[in-house]
């Protein structure tokens, strides 16, 4: 049988008609989608990036790169172990996320507990990092996807306090919204995106942080 072309697509004997509807949209100018590539960082980025947790005395584990689906995946990922305080739904996060979220946690909200509202910080509660998904509402993948973004949804002080972006961003105690807005304020020195309830209602219960280089602090 002769093959016959169109717009440069071949169509070859005993294709399937899914093999010929996707040929029809490249005769149309359309391509089937390609899974989007996960950008992966230098050996010369992870090695720098390990040498500045460890100078941070920050304890971690390298976990083994694993791409979990379309533009998912762990890439120059750890897992931190120590870095002062507990921090709850943490596994696997790009390095520059981890060294970025634990200089914040150490130098920014530690700080600003004591502070501010007069106890020391006993734990910060997280809904984690990675998580295969677009960002709401979008064609496009969020950095939770790649393990590049933290949401922070409180923090327990030791005096037995709970502190949580829901509650307590409006809070009737302008101490307490002294303090998030502080920390917010920290944020957005260390990571490219920082998003709260003045962001949208998405965020309503969360700080998103993620490390990357929009300058977005809302």
Request: with cysteine.
């Amino acid at each position: 049988m002769r093959r016959s072309r169109m717009d440069g697509c071949r169509i070859k004997p005993g294709m399937t008609m899914i093999a010929l509807t996707l040929l029809a949209a490249c005769g149309r100018g359309e391509r089937p989608s390609r899974q989007p590539e996960i950008a992966r960082p230098s050996a010369r980025e992870t090695a720098q990036c390990h040498a500045d947790l460890r100078a941070q005395s920050v304890a971690f584990r390298v976990l083994s790169d694993k791409q979990t689906g379309a533009g998912c995946g762990l890439l120059g990922a750890v897992q931190l172990l120590e870095i002062g305080v507990p921090i709850t739904n943490l596994t696997g996060i790009r390095c520059g996320q981890a060294r970025a979220f634990s200089a914040w946690v150490r130098n920014g909200v530690a700080p600003a507990a004591f502070q501010l509202l007069g106890s020391e910080l006993a734990r910060v509660e997280t809904f984690g990092s990675f998580a295969c998904r677009n960002v709401a509402g979008r064609d496009r993948r969020s950095g939770h996807a790649i393990a590049n973004a933290i949401d922070v949804a409180g923090f327990v002080l030791k005096d037995g306090r709970r502190v949580t972006i829901l509650a307590d961003w409006r809070s009737p105690d302008p101490a307490v919204r002294d303090f998030l807005q502080t920390v917010r304020r920290s944020a957005c020195r260390r990571f490219g995106t920082v998003l709260s309830p003045d962001y949208n209602a998405a965020h309503a219960n969360h700080l998103h942080l993620e490390d990357d280089r929009a300058g977005l602090c809302r």
